[in-house]
């Protein structure tokens, strides 16, 4: 049948599965890789016939193509097939059928070859059924899921975005997600979204989204990059966006109420502390009234306690505005320079020395200086009071990566460790007649700098305050 030897050669040699015969299928032949690639030797293939290890839904059109075939209306047919594998596995493969002749003899034969395709299906099978329950789970999310091209127009938008924002998913596709965050909110977030890297490739934002009606909703978006491993560029953008209206609403509900018992019980601990230095007074006074005459003995005893009153209202007060919200631009070597200048004459008076190590290179922060000189001069003095004559407080300014530390450290009698938890709490102080205000305000006024206080002590051995403020951008 197969007069060519370099026919024969190539054709038995193949790894891909073919098979040659008449149209009458009178004599066929079948190569190895055809019988690997239906798992039959070619004795059992001669056996049976064709149809067997046909998948039945597929021979409808396969027998069609074929009958053109035979009928001269077409040289050649394709098409996707399925087969059964002796072991009952299912293969697919394209079926390509062609005409052709023996060029010695003029005879004609049919030649079939199997492109398989089993394993591209397998896992095209694989990603449908992942990628539809991904799918499933995003449309069925009450999270906003979106796909972003590279330059973050949108690419595809969950069903939830109607519930969050009031469109519909097909009205953002190819839109920029920047035309949807408020103004303001934009100059904060792409700054960071340039600092997004193969290594550091998520990030957790909260801005406000405009919606449908042109008002806006508080969202929080975590969003992530994929970066391609060999070429570094950018492959994929995938954010997730919640709706967090309610949340921070409850929050603001929450932190007023708290605002509502800490007043109350700060009242209450003012009326008290009060009531101490109005009693002495009230004594005095009475004592006056009985014997009709003024005992010069006792008015600076009234007059300290009623500076004692003064000063407790005037902390209060102090807490209600600890930061007056005005930003400066503020040197902090000149400001505690200004402070200890002030301190430094009574410091001298009692035996005691403050030092200032400044820091010419340190950059300028923002803020308002007259609530930070309120920090200083009280962190300051309260050190001043713990050490005893002949001790010495330590004020140093030190540049760290986006911010000034300020340390202001002292030699004196040092703190317990289970006092200093409570340092901060409104009428808690180390001081014998300390109502605990100052250091309340100065934790109030930092944090409104964007800052934080921390405080080290061991018993004996001294204090450690330190201040630190971020530098501006």
Wanted: hydrophobic residues 40%.
């Amino acid at each position: 049948m197969l007069h060519s030897s370099l026919f024969k050669e190539v054709f038995f040699q193949s790894r891909i599965p073919q098979l040659i015969g008449k149209s009458d299928f009178s004599f066929v032949q079948y190569n190895p890789a055809f019988c690997e690639f239906t798992g039959y030797t070619v004795e059992e293939l001669a056996s049976m016939p064709m149809a067997s290890i046909s998948h039945p839904d597929d021979q409808v059109l396969d027998e069609k193509l074929f009958s053109e075939i035979l009928n001269g209306e077409r040289n050649q047919y394709q098409l996707e097939k399925r087969y059964i594998h002796k072991s009952g596995m299912m293969k697919t493969g394209i079926l390509t059928v062609s005409r052709v002749w023996d060029p010695y003899t003029g005879e004609e034969f049919l030649l079939g070859q199997i492109l398989d395709i089993t394993e591209k299906k397998q896992m095209e099978a694989v990603m449908n059924h992942r990628e539809n329950k991904y799918r499933l789970l995003a449309e069925h999310s009450s999270d906003m899921i979106i796909l972003h091209h590279v330059d973050f127009s949108f690419l595809y938008v969950s069903p939830s975005v109607k519930t969050v924002l009031g469109y519909e998913p097909e009205e953002l596709i190819g839109k920029n997600p920047f035309d949807l965050i408020h103004p303001d909110d934009v100059t904060a977030i792409f700054p960071q979204l340039q600092e997004l890297t193969s290594e550091n490739n998520s990030m957790l934002f909260t801005y406000r989204g405009r919606k449908k009606d042109g008002s806006y909703r508080w969202l929080e978006s975590t969003i992530k990059v994929l970066f391609d491993s060999e070429t570094g560029e950018l492959r994929e953008i995938i954010s997730v966006s919640r709706d967090i209206q309610h949340r921070l609403e409850t929050q603001e509900r929450l932190r007023k109420s708290e605002k509502l018992a800490v007043v109350g019980q700060m009242a209450a601990a003012v009326a008290h502390e009060i009531r101490n230095p109005l009693t002495p007074i009230k004594g005095f006074l009475q004592l006056f009234h009985l014997e009709k005459e003024m005992n010069p003995a006792y008015l600076p005893i009234i007059l300290d306690e009623l500076q004692r009153v003064e000063g407790i209202i005037s902390e209060f007060l102090s807490i209600a505005k600890p930061y007056s919200n005005k930003a400066h631009f503020v040197d902090v070597n000149n400001l505690l320079e200004q402070v200890i200048k002030l301190m430094h004459t009574e410091a001298v008076m009692k035996k005691k020395n403050i030092y200032l190590y400044t820091n010419p290179s340190i950059p300028l922060i923002q803020g308002d200086p007259n609530s930070l000189k309120q920090v200083f001069a009280n962190v300051i003095q309260n050190a001043l009071d713990a050490i005893s004559e002949r001790g010495h407080v330590e004020v140093w300014i030190i540049q760290e990566q986006a911010g000034v530390l300020i340390r202001i450290n002292d030699n004196g009698c040092g703190i317990p460790q289970e006092r200093l938890k409570k340092l901060g709490e409104p009428f808690y102080s180390t001081k014998e007649k300390g109502t605990g205000l100052g250091l309340m305000t100065s934790f109030r006024i930092i944090e409104s700098h964007n800052g934080r206080i921390t405080i080290d002590s061991e018993l004996g051995a001294g204090t450690n305050v330190s201040i630190w403020l971020p530098v501006l951008p």
